[in-house]
């Protein structure tokens, strides 16, 4: 079956425009992730949903950040009045069960949002 | 608060080498460790988790809680390990903390 897809794959923005990145999961999968990668880093945490439970969302790093998953399975990240430091590639990841030691995330392909 | 480390942003060896991917981590309860690649191209996989003690490709990982490490190793590297490495470390059940990675380059 598919994989979790992301759309955009590419997102240019002016800064100040707002954004809508979107996730769709696999399906049947419980658990959603969004992480934020800055270019030579490693994926930062930014929200976790349970179906469509927000239950983490610290990783947030502003109130311009918002996350929604309202039937609990597709979901998307919105970003207001974008600015330069949030040109990042955007991650989704899935994930079936939250069992201790079973642990396996499957990631989107990520969206590459610029902001000029 | 928890991190992880990696200390290495770039690792280059030849083709029949051993590898060792370091990294370390602070946590102060009991981690649970994990190692995703991520090859030219495709996306962010899981390759193995330190719980199931587990051989992926041939890569092992040994957690360390006295040295706080948890490093990569492959007795033998071969042109297709080449890929980006990043040891996440699982927090409460559903937050992950990434390293900044390691580029392996395996040189034919």
């Known amino acids: 079956g598919a994989g979790v897809s992301q759309s955009p794959r590419y997102k240019v923005a002016k800064r100040g425009q707002d954004v809508a990145l979107r996730c769709d999961p696999i399906?049947?999968?419980?658990?959603l992730f969004w992480y934020q990668q800055a270019l030579g880093q490693g994926p930062e945490f930014l929200t976790y949903f349970q179906n469509e439970a927000q239950l983490d969302k610290s990783g947030l790093p502003s109130d311009r950040f918002f996350a929604e998953r309202p039937e609990g399975s597709v979901s998307t990240l919105k970003i207001q009045r974008t600015q330069q430091e949030d040109s990042a590639v955007y991650l989704c990841?899935?994930?079936?069960?939250?069992?201790?030691?079973?642990?396996?995330?499957?990631f989107g392909p990520g969206t590459r949002l610029t902001v000029t | 608060a928890q991190r992880v480390t990696q200390p290495e942003k770039l690792l280059s060896v030849f083709k029949g080498a051993p590898v060792e991917l370091k990294c370390n981590y602070s946590?102060?309860?009991?981690?649970?460790l994990f190692w995703y690649v991520q090859y030219s191209r495709q996306r962010l996989q899981l390759l193995l988790r330190h719980i199931s003690r587990e051989s992926i490709k041939g890569f092992t990982a040994d957690l360390n809680k006295g040295e706080t490490s948890f490093h990569l190793k492959k007795p033998f590297a071969q042109e297709e390990d080449s890929a980006m490495y990043y040891c996440?470390?699982?927090?409460?059940?559903?937050?992950?903390?990434f390293g900044s990675g390691t580029k392996l380059n395996v040189k034919p």
């Open positions: 946590y102060s309860g009991s981690p649970e």
């Open positions: 996440a470390l699982l927090y409460n059940f559903n937050k992950f903390y």
């Open positions: 399906s049947g999968h419980v658990s």
């Open positions: 990841a899935s994930s079936l069960v939250i069992v201790q030691g079973a642990y396996e995330q499957y």
